[in-house]
Nanobody, 118 residues
Framework: QVQLVESGGGLVQPGGSLRLSCAAS????????MGWYRQAPGKERELVAR???????NYADSVKGRFRISRDNAKNTVYLHMDSLKPEDTAVYYC????????????WGQGTQVTVSS
């Protein structure tokens, strides 16, 4: 059974930082790109950052230079370190494999809420 469990969200002031964690089942983690996605109210879910099993990374333009994705293959965990947070970063953050295939669409966890507000 595939499980994705996100944690680390919260309320932070603009300019602040948070680190999100995602614990994943080993069956999907080992050889896949892993991604962090987010969904803001009234908007579609979007890819924020992704990382290969060897550590190659890509970022959405909106977070480039502020967010950093990493993974610990021994712990089947992927992280998203977020700096210089903006109110527009407010969303529910999810992790999953990339790309989102039909099967991966069944993997979504509960996500973790990030709220950036003064």
């Amino acid at each position: 059974q595939v499980q994705l469990v996100e944690s680390g969200g919260g309320l932070v002031q603009p300019g602040g930082s948070l680190r999100l964690s995602c614990a994943a089942s080993g069956s999907i983690f080992s050889n896949n790109w892993m991604g962090w996605y987010r969904q803001a109210p009234g908007k579609e879910r979007e890819l924020v950052a992704r990382i290969t099993s060897l550590g190659l990374k890509n970022y959405a333009d909106s977070v480039k230079g502020r967010f950093r994705i990493s993974r610990d293959n021994a712990k089947n965990t992927v992280y998203l370190h977020m700096d210089s947070l903006k109110p527009e970063d407010t969303a529910v953050y999810y992790c999953n494999v990339w790309p989102i295939t039909a099967r991966a669409g069944d993997y979504w966890g509960q996500g973790t809420q990030v709220t950036v507000s003064s």
